[in-house]
């Protein structure tokens, strides 16, 4: 797991920023309205406030800086060395110093200013030491504005550096420039480092991630490192001697064997001589690349002889881990990136060793006898001399001899892509289309059709008895014909005795009537047209045999035949009174019985409660019930409902994006 995360830094910003952002805040958080009318306490305290909130934000975000940025003597000395090449440790060491020193100085500012504050005798002279506190804190963040913008240059750079865990498993390329270290890792990575064909072409630590024997390793592609004194080196070899002096990794030192890269043989030995040192205890792997240009046979006597002594010291390594001085194997090994030849036992010898070494350091750790108390390996021993061979069952035998049976079918098959390769490949081979034809003999399937001959069809005089046949499905497709309208006959009556007519009319006559019922229930009201009486001639819809049928039911006809006959007769219109002499005397004269019950039987309306046929309701207990339910749904809805899009509406007269907050300095015009 990686230890440092240097993306996480916060931004620093410049001095004028760094200005700007503390002013403003203590002007938006503080209040802004003082009157020199009020008490002097009051007045004072209104001032201290501003110079101590200004002290406490300049200290919070120095703080950040100061604390976010890492700690060379804290932090790993990989890390550590790595910062020192990179961005010279004194000078990043002596900013981060001068960001301190403004902290303290402008806490000493505030401090003493907040003391005088305290004795200020008018508004005046309190707004003008506060002036005076502010401009000094101010001047001290513009004198270290250098500071500032160097530290934030470093945050961009650090967060651009890759995350590497110094503790874990780790894969280490070195070698001179050009030599294939970036084409090895983009080989067993997922890393994508740029390859070139000229020197210095990586130019700072690229990592990527395999995985070998389910464990994942971090592989580290250094740059290029010549042979010269460690005083010459510039920052891009010292990138690779910090690595390998402070990554407890396999080292791979990769030996360009045919001389393209530009060095000899004799250079990267004196190389590999010069940085042997930092080999130490790590467990090393010499590779001869670019054996695709110069197999490693093919050399001279004198390179044969430099790679020898190269592998001696190699072989040092081995010993030190408690290995044999006769175990020479995954010491020297040869490959191309090219032609990827070795590339893969190359890295799975580098992570086995890697794995050995860990492994031995661990059991010699006196954490393992800890660990040990806790384990118990048990190990069976055999009870008597008798074998007890694996019994497998016979299905499952057969099974496995059917399952390898179909996979050697498998591979014996030859797929349309292996066709297609053999033949010459995509664009010159062509699928034949009629192989899989079902013919009754296999030769015919790559026979050619004629379609037209002699200008005709060939396909209308293929077959000599076509006439016949056609006649024969005529006539199949004639007594087809009969036979289905033999099925489908309907009775006519003529075959029937009088009582089965009889029968057969009531049935007709039934069937007409339940079309028609459909038909009327199936229409809406509106289009269903009225009836009159002079069409029900059979009488078969009256009051009498509604009123027969109720009373079978058990009920009282009476009002429902009341009401029937209410509805079907219109109202006559009464005789009013002869008009003449006692024309002004009607009112004094009492109408006849039958209009005045009529009359108040017209203006007396029925209560809500009483339970009308037809509505559904068994008493008027339900239908009370039912009326509330009614009520009870709709006020929701109705509560909701009375305010819509077409309603007028009068929104806030003061929106608050314009009136709320401070007011500054200036025209208040747009309010």
């Known amino acids: 797991m990686v230890q440092y995360n240097f993306k996480k830094i916060t931004v620093v910003p410049t001095g004028k920023d760094f200005v700007d952002i503390i002013l403003s805040r203590t002007q938006r958080q503080t209040p802004t309205v003082v009157h020199k009318g009020y008490a002097i306490s009051r007045i004072r305290q209104f001032y201290m406030r501003k110079v101590k909130y200004t002290q406490q934000n300049f200290h919070e975000k120095l703080s950040t800086i100061i604390e976010e940025f890492p700690r060379l003597d804290d932090i790993h000395p990989f890390y550590g060395d790595l910062l020192h090449v990179l961005y010279n440790k004194d000078h990043y060491k002596l900013a981060l110093g001068q960001i301190n020193t403004a902290r303290n100085l402008i806490g000493k500012i505030a401090k003493d ?14 707004k003008s030491l506060k002036v005076a506190a502010l401009g000094r804190m101010c001047t001290v963040i513009k004198r270290i504005g250098p500071s500032l913008v160097y530290l934030e240059q470093i945050r961009q750079h650090m967060a651009r550096l890759p995350s590497i865990d110094p503790n874990t498993r780790t894969i280490l390329i070195c070698g001179y420039p050009n030599v294939g270290k970036s084409s090895f890792i983009n080989k067993i990575t997922r890393a994508d480092v740029d390859v070139q064909p000229y020197a210095f072409t990586t130019k700072s630590l690229f990592v990527g991630h395999t995985d070998y024997k389910y464990l994942r390793y971090q592989v580290i592609d250094t740059p290029g490192i010549l042979d010269r004194p460690f005083e010459d080196r510039n920052i891009i070899e010292m990138c690779s001697i910090t690595a390998l002096a402070h990554l407890r990794a396999a080292v791979l030192f990769f030996l360009d064997i045919s001389g393209s890269c530009g060095y000899s043989i004799v250079q990267q030995a004196a190389l590999f001589h010069s940085i042997k040192s930092l080999f130490m205890n790590k467990p090393l792997i010499i590779v001869c ?142 699928a034949g289309l009629r192989k899989h034809y079902i013919l009754a003999s296999d030769e015919w399937k790559e026979d050619i059709m004629p379609e037209i001959l002699d200008g005709h069809n060939v396909y209308d005089f293929i077959d000599p008895d076509i006439l016949q046949r056609l006649e024969e499905l005529e006539r199949e497709e004639g007594l087809r014909q009969e036979q289905e309208a033999d099925d489908d006959f309907e009775m006519d009556g003529t075959e029937l005795t009088a009582e089965e007519q009889e029968a057969l009319a009531e049935i007709r006559k039934k069937k007409s009537l339940l079309i028609q019922q459909h038909r009327m229930k199936k229409s809406t009201a509106e289009s269903r047209p009225t009836v009159p009486r002079k069409f029900d001639k059979e009488r078969q819809f009256t009051s009498e045999r509604m009123g027969r049928q109720l009373s079978a039911l058990g009920l009282d006809p009476s009002m429902a035949i009341n009401r029937a006959r209410s509805k079907s007769r219109g109202r006559k219109r009464e005789r009013s009174p002869e008009r003449g002499e006692n024309a002004m005397d009607i009112d004094n004269d009492q109408p006849s019985k039958k209009l005045r019950l009529r009359s108040r039987s017209r203006s007396m309306s029925r209560p809500p409660t009483e339970v009308v046929p037809g509505e559904g309701f068994k008493d008027s207990a339900q239908k009370v019930k039912a009326v509330i339910l009614a009520k009870k749904s709709v006020m929701k809805r109705n509560k909701n409902a009375r305010r819509g899009e077409a309603d007028r509406v009068i929104p806030s007269l003061k929106p608050k994006h314009l009136f709320s907050g401070k007011r500054s300095i200036g025209k208040t015009q747009r309010r």
Not at 113 to 126: A, E, F, H, I, T
């Open 113 to 126: 200013y907040v003391k005088l504050l305290k004795y200020g005798d008018s508004l005046y002279r309190c």
């Open 289 to 430: 690349n670019k054996t695709d240009l110069q197999p490693l046979e093919g050399i001279s006597e004198e390179d044969m002889k430099m790679v020898t002594e190269m592998k001696a010291e190699a072989m040092k390594t081995v010993m030190g881990q408690g290995g044999e001085p006769t175990d020479d194997e995954g010491v020297l090994l040869t490959m191309s990136t090219l032609t990827e030849d070795g590339v893969i036992a190359v890295k799975n010898a580098a992570c086995e060793r890697l794995l050995n070494q860990r492994v031995e350091l661990k059991m010699k750790s006196k954490k393992l006898n800890d660990c040990l108390n806790r384990f118990h390996v048990a190990i069976p021993k055999p009870r008597d001399q008798k074998e007890r061979p694996p019994c497998i069952p016979q299905a499952v035998l057969e099974a496995k001899a059917k399952k390898a049976e179909q996979a050697a079918e498998k591979q014996k098959r030859k797929l349309e892509r292996d066709l297609e390769d053999e033949n010459g490949g995509a664009g010159v081979y062509s």
